[in-house]
């Protein structure tokens, strides 16, 4: 299944069904992409949304990560590493930025 297909299946059984969804796996990942989506859009990004949504993101996608080491499947390692990489130079641009502000 990709990623839009799941996405798809999520949101449609979201509003028939909210109880099927009802995980914190479910529900704090797409808060989180939600909220990404809405910094997107914003002039200036706020800082602590966007640290809220890759904290929120990275919850599942950390865990998918270490699932892949212990089972040793590298499909599962290389399809998280592009959102750790992302995740961890945004932070760093982040707290660059903040140092020569200040």
Not at 17 to 32: A, D, M, S, W
Not at 44 to 49: E, Q, S
């Amino acid at each position: 299944m990709f990623l839009f297909q799941a996405e798809f299946d999520i949101l449609t059984k979201l509003f028939a069904n909210p109880i099927e969804v009802l995980h914190p796996f479910i529900i704090i990942p797409l808060l989180g992409q939600s909220v990404l989506l809405i910094t997107l859009f914003e002039k200036t990004p706020n800082k602590n949304l966007t640290y809220f949504s890759i904290s929120a993101l990275g919850i599942l996608l950390v865990f998918m990560f270490v699932i892949g080491l212990l089972a040793l499947n590298y499909k599962i390692i290389i399809s998280t590493i592009p959102f750790i990489l992302v995740a961890f130079f945004t932070i760093r641009f982040h707290r660059k930025k903040t140092t020569t502000v200040n």
